[in-house]
């Protein structure tokens, strides 16, 4: 990490654009350097530099996982108003960078990294929220959405919304496959629940055996093993 750094600081003086600076923040990010990420912020507000989608959905999964929810709900709610972001110091700017931005909403993207983020911390009426919120917004949930939440309540045991959420993807016809079937399986072998996993462990073997998909073959291997 130290060295990481030390190349970031060289690359202080080196002009940089907005990809450079949302390459940058990213891997900064997998290391949750969030002070580091910030000074970043800084430099794109010195420059003038406004975000784009790629960098709300960057910023939003990065302090989701730093559990600073409270960020992740600003950096929302600004995408949302279409807000400056408090980057800017006088007037004109602030007219341009709402020109600039104000086409930036959030995408169904946004709303299922805010929903697994989080979900992931067990935020249960957070998620519950956003995926209201994406649907007030004209967004409906797709099969990435279903999958998260299959997780996320699977996690939380709470197996009514499990099979509520499996159930509502098959009428709207949105076709289970392996993401699902593998939250299923883990969900209910955690809660040991074994009678009631067989089941989904039998669809997923169909469907690796249909997709030759080896990452799938494996887990269910070391599944069996456990």
């Known amino acids: 990490l130290g060295d990481l750094v030390s190349e970031m600081e060289e690359l202080h003086h080196v002009e940089k654009n907005l990809d450079t600076y949302n390459n940058i923040i990213n891997l900064l990010g997998h290391y949750k350097q969030i002070d580091l990420i910030e000074k970043y912020l800084d430099e794109m507000k010195s420059n003038n530099i406004p975000w784009n989608r790629y960098t709300y959905n960057m910023l939003i999964n990065i302090y989701g996982n730093c559990k600073k929810f409270d960020v992740v709900k600003s950096i929302y709610n600004e995408m949302?108003?279409?807000?400056?972001?408090?980057?800017?110091?006088?007037?004109d700017k602030n007219k341009q960078q709402e020109t600039r931005c104000c086409s930036i909403k959030p995408d169904s993207y946004t709303y299922n990294t805010l929903i697994n983020v989080f979900g992931k911390h067990k935020q249960i009426a957070d998620v519950d929220y956003f995926v209201d919120e994406m649907q007030n917004n004209g967004i409906e949930p797709n099969y990435y959405t279903y999958n998260i939440l299959i997780s996320?309540?699977?996690?939380?045991?709470d197996f009514y919304m499990v099979n509520k959420i499996l159930r509502r993807m098959k009428?709207?016809?949105?076709?289970?496959?392996?993401?699902t079937y593998m939250a299923l399986v883990v969900a209910y072998t955690r809660a040991g629940l074994f009678d009631d996993c067989e089941e989904h462990v039998e669809k997923l073997e169909r469907l690796v055996l249909k997709n030759k998909n080896y990452y799938v073959k494996t887990a269910l291997e070391k599944y069996y093993k456990e």
């Open 80 to 91: 949302v108003h279409h807000s400056d972001h408090d980057m800017h110091d006088n007037d």
């Open 152 to 157: 996320i309540y699977g996690k939380d045991k």
């Open 171 to 179: 009428r709207i016809g949105i076709k289970p496959g392996v993401s």
